[in-house]
């Protein structure tokens, strides 16, 4: 029975998760698109803007997690350099409506601190999940100060080990609490906590070798402290969002989806590109397209399709080209997960599949890769 609820509990969450990457893409593309285009962003715009980026990016990695998650499988930590000092600042600019706006509107002070470390060697980890750990301890942090209090985000280098501690002045934990706090689904906060805060920070540390230690004292706060082992090889950090990727010649592109908001922003980005798009809504109206544009000796360079849509799906799509133009590539769009193009099972008639939401610099490498191999 547990089995049965579990498939079913599954196959809603990745109903879900294909929705939510799906309304993320527009999101994905238009911030991605200002941030390159707009040349002269103030420097407010433009760290607003990385933050939403930031923020949208963590939202899909939460999302291909929840699906691992049950799958039942071992989530695969893409690993690389991580500068806690740098994700410390980010969340704090990212929790400031939890410790500042919310307690304010009740009169309550939260003061932040932030005692980085100069100097702080690496540590090797997937970025997005370790800022998703602190950003749950600056939440936990917060609900524990109810009058207020000071909350210092600190980190420390010692003897190879690189340390990030979130503390807290508020009430504590006595003894009993804090032996259950990492238990999944424990929470003294009644109908207003899950109980998956800590138990999550806690698997994070253990995916990444690093040690969690919690000290708590009742009535006079508590500090929680990971430390990681420093990374020692340099590893190539993550592609900076500022790279737009490779430049491509002007094309002539098709784009199939059936979501009005996602086509209209893949026309946006596309064409700013300089390439010449035609947006069609569906399967069908696509392959129409495709067939007429053929027939008129003025073929398409590439096809972008979604995959999900409601009669005519992008497997039918690919089929479709492929069968009027085999040397023609097909790009899949999926929200079905970020993992499903990295496991090489790649749909027949498609030549590469990108996960939703896309990210410009993504679209463009897809778009080179297919171009340059012989189909
Ligand atoms: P939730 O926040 O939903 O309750 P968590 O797993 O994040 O779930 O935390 C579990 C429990 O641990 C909390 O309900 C709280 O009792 C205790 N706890 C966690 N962090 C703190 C903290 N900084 N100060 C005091 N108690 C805490
Ligand atoms: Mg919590």
Redesign the pocket.
């Known amino acids: 029975m547990q089995q049965e609820r579990l498939r079913a509990l599954g196959e809603m969450a990745s109903g879900i998760a294909h929705d939510i990457n799906n309304s993320l893409s527009p999101v994905m593309l238009y911030t991605g698109l200002l941030l390159e285009q707009k040349t002269n962003l103030g420097p407010d715009s433009r760290r607003h803007l990385e933050t939403i980026q930031r923020a949208v990016s963590d939202v899909a990695e939460t999302i291909a997690r929840l699906k691992e998650f049950y799958r039942q499988r071992e989530p695969q930590l893409t690993l690389a350099s991580v500068q806690l000092n740098q994700l410390a600042e980010q969340v704090v600019a990212l929790t400031r409506a939890r410790w500042h706006d919310v307690p304010q509107q009740r009169g309550i002070v939260v003061q932040i601190k932030t005692a980085l470390s100069p100097d702080l060697p690496a540590v090797l980890g997937a970025e997005s999940e370790i800022r998703e750990a602190l950003i ?2 600056v ?3 917060v ?2 100060m109810p009058q207020g209090g000071t909350l210092t985000l600190r980190t420390k280098v010692s003897d190879k080990k690189v340390g990030v501690e979130i503390a ?1 002045t ?4 006595d003894e009993a ?1 804090r032996r259950r ?2 238990d999944p689904f ?4 009644g109908e ?8 999550m920070v806690y698997g994070i540390a253990q995916r990444h070798n690093a040690d969690l230690k919690i000290e ?1 004292e009742l009535g006079k ?2 500090v ?1 402290r990971l430390t990681f082992p420093a990374a020692t090889s340099a590893i190539a950090s993550p592609v900076t969002s500022s790279s737009k990727g490779p430049i491509l010649p002007r094309l002539r592109l098709l784009v199939v989806d059936d979501d009005p908001l996602l086509l209209q922003a893949l026309c946006d980005i596309l064409e700013a590109d300089g390439h010449v798009v035609v947006a069609t809504n569906g399967g069908q109206a696509g392959i129409d397209a495709f067939q007429v544009a053929l027939g008129r000796k003025e073929p398409f360079a590439v096809v972008i399709t979604d995959l999900g849509m409601p009669y005519v799906d992008g497997r039918a799509v690919a089929g479709a080209v492929k069968a009027a133009s085999p040397s023609t590539p097909v790009i899949l769009l999926t929200g079905w997960g970020r993992r499903l193009g990295s496991k090489g099972d790649v749909p027949p008639h498609v030549d590469c599949v990108l996960s939703k939401p896309p990210k410009p610099v993504e679209l463009r490498e897809g778009l080179a890769r297919c171009l340059a191999a012989p189909v």
Request: net charge neutral.
């Open positions: 749950n301890l939440f936990n942090a609900d524990a807290d508020g009430t504590g934990m609490t706090c990492l424990f929470t003294t906060k207003r906590g899950t109980g998956l805060g800590l138990a708590s706060g508590t929680i």
